[in-house]
């Protein structure tokens, strides 16, 4: 049997904090934005159209950034300046041909559109998107955030229109644009959905979900912040599980108990952006606002430090 991972104590988060917290306080924000698919939801004053560009948004955020945002702005596009009255107008009139000319790996336009659908279908019949997920939230156990967005999820699948729309093509597609949290994975779109819609408003997020409080939110786990918790000692885990997730956001609640996921953006893009590269470079890591908590930093580097003060 192979020996259990130690986790990481509430010690070492608690002595980190102070650090992550003048990281991400001190963190250039806005000059990631452009980087970051959270500008789309960002760009619109009302906030149906937020959480449905959102939603679209966060389910293409698969692969390259530089690729998928360019397949949300294709979608937007043919929505005509109103993402929320797009997806009214499916959910009613459901159509397989709106979005014919669109192909994103997975993905074809009757997935998105089916997507688009279901949202107009859920905000029908509950006024908005945050309305039913804060629903869910509250009838599961325990307030359970997985259990809320795994009934999420297959509503949206489920939904009439979206199954109208791909009568047809099948499923499959529209499974992996709303991926079902309970099979075991750290649900990374899902979670940033959340983060987008529920902590804020700040620089970043949107906060326009009230009903739901950013202490229950969970880290979008992707393998950036994956890396650099793991560099930080936040996880022992080498994998991109739900499991994770947690336990990494654990460690970020020890230095924010009330909104643990305010540090992702800034600790995703330090990865992002190359400054936190996956192989150790010792001039990056000089400059890395993190240095003095890391321990992929090295003893060397350290030392050097230590005898500079």
């Known amino acids: ?87 009214a107008r499916l959910a009613r009139e459901p159509d397989a041909r709106v979005l014919s000319g ?89 979670n940033l959905y959340l983060r987008w819609m529920v902590r804020g408003p700040d620089g970043v997020d949107l906060g326009i979900w009230r009903d739901v409080a950013p202490a229950v939110l969970v880290v979008p786990l992707d393998t950036h912040v994956a890396r650099v918790a793991r560099r930080l000692g936040l996880t022992r885990r080498n994998d991109l599980s739900w499991r994770t997730a947690e336990e990494v956001t654990a460690a970020l609640r020890v230095a924010d108990p009330l909104d643990p996921v305010r540090f992702d953006f800034a600790l995703c893009h330090l990865g992002m952006s190359g400054r936190c590269p996956p192989r150790r470079a010792p001039e990056r890591c000089a400059a890395c606002g993190l240095n003095e908590g890391c321990e992929a930093a090295g003893r060397g580097s350290r030392s050097a430090r230590s005898g500079r003060s």
């Open 1 to 87: 049997m192979a020996p259990r991972r130690a986790r990481p104590s509430r010690g070492r988060a608690a002595r980190l904090a102070p650090l992550l917290d003048r990281f991400q306080r001190g963190f250039d924000s806005a000059a990631r934005l452009p980087a970051d698919p959270v500008e789309f939801p960002r760009r619109y004053a009302d906030p149906g159209d937020a959480e449905v560009a959102g939603l679209l948004a966060a389910c293409l955020a698969y692969g390259r950034a530089d690729v998928f945002k360019g397949k949300v702005e294709q979608v937007l596009a043919a929505g005509e300046g109103s993402p929320a009255a797009f997806a």
């Open 102 to 190: 669109f192909r994103y790996r997975f993905n074809t336009g009757e997935d998105v559109a089916a997507l688009l659908a279901a949202a107009g279908w859920i905000r029908a019949g509950h006024g908005s998107l945050g309305a039913r997920f804060s629903a869910l939230l509250g009838e599961a156990p325990e307030s359970s955030l997985r259990e809320a967005l795994t009934r999420f999820a297959g509503e949206l699948r489920s939904a009439p229109p979206a199954l109208a729309i791909l009568r047809k093509r099948g499923v499959r597609g529209l499974r992996h644009l709303c991926p079902d949290p309970a099979a075991g994975g750290a649900a990374k779109r899902w």
